[in-house]
């Protein structure tokens, strides 16, 4: 049912910039803000960016959120090995009554 | 500290009635500003909202299951429940309560997670 769509994997070494895209419509990243959650193994999922680009406390901020249109982007600089986790984007969908689309996620290995 | 705990049975026969529960603890399930949430995750796939519910009780539902999906709450105990009937394999999977801000804000706090089987 996922109409936000990621890349299934990327990856990166330790200190290098990765970025993740989202891509939508307009009906939900187009017209609503976009939300990232990062979840690491065996853990429930943490918001990492919220409203397109803000940070909870907490979140550090080597991690970075933007919006285009109907894609999001979620940026990870001075990457960490800490950073392998499997990254989702949501966001609000407007059509029929409404309702929550995540993307399938995207693997984030750290080289 | 917020924090939300799924309860309930890890293994459903096929055709039968899942029944979850989530325990608000930290907080008060009462907020104004707050809608509690139903998320999944089957083996392998990505993360399906199921559905929220307002403290009022008031309940948004995913389209493509709100056949099957009851969401209720029940503010003297700070709990809210799933109810998910006539289940198959499909859907199986890990089971989430979180809260969100507004019904169209993110999740923001999420519990641990509880796996459902369903088998027959």
């Known amino acids: 049912q996922s109409v936000l769509t990621q890349p299934p994997s990327a990856s990166g070494t330790p200190g290098q910039r990765v970025t993740i895209s989202c891509s939508g419509s307009?009906?939900?990243?187009?017209?609503?803000?976009g939300y990232w959650y990062q979840r690491l193994p065996g853990t429930a999922p943490k918001l990492l960016i919220y409203?397109?680009?803000q940070r909870p406390s907490g979140v550090p901020d080597r991690f970075s959120g933007s919006k285009s249109g109907t894609s999001a982007s979620l940026a990870i600089s001075g990457l960490r090995s800490e950073d392998e986790a499997d990254y989702y984007c949501?966001?609000?969908?407007?059509?029929?009554?409404?309702?929550?689309?995540f993307g399938e996620g995207t693997k984030l290995t750290v080289l | 500290q917020l924090q939300l705990q799924e309860s309930g049975p890890g293994l459903v026969k096929t055709s039968e009635t899942l029944s979850l529960t989530c325990t608000v603890s930290g907080g008060s399930i009462s907020s104004t500003t707050h809608y509690w949430g139903w998320i999944r995750q089957p083996p392998g796939k990505g993360l399906e909202w199921i559905g929220s519910?307002?403290?009022?009780?008031?309940?948004f539902y995913n389209a493509f299951l709100k056949s099957r999906v009851t969401v209720s709450v029940d503010t003297s105990k700070n709990q809210f429940s799933l109810n998910l009937s006539s289940v198959t394999a499909a859907d199986t999977a890990v089971y989430y309560c979180a809260r969100h801000v507004g019904l169209v804000g993110g999740m923001d706090v999420w519990g641990q997670g509880t796996t459902v089987t369903v088998s027959s």
């Open positions: 519910i307002y403290y009022s009780g008031r309940t």
């Open positions: 307009s009906s939900n990243i187009g017209n609503n803000h």
């Open positions: 949501a966001a609000w969908d407007d059509s029929l009554s409404g309702f929550w689309v």
């Open positions: 409203r397109d680009d």
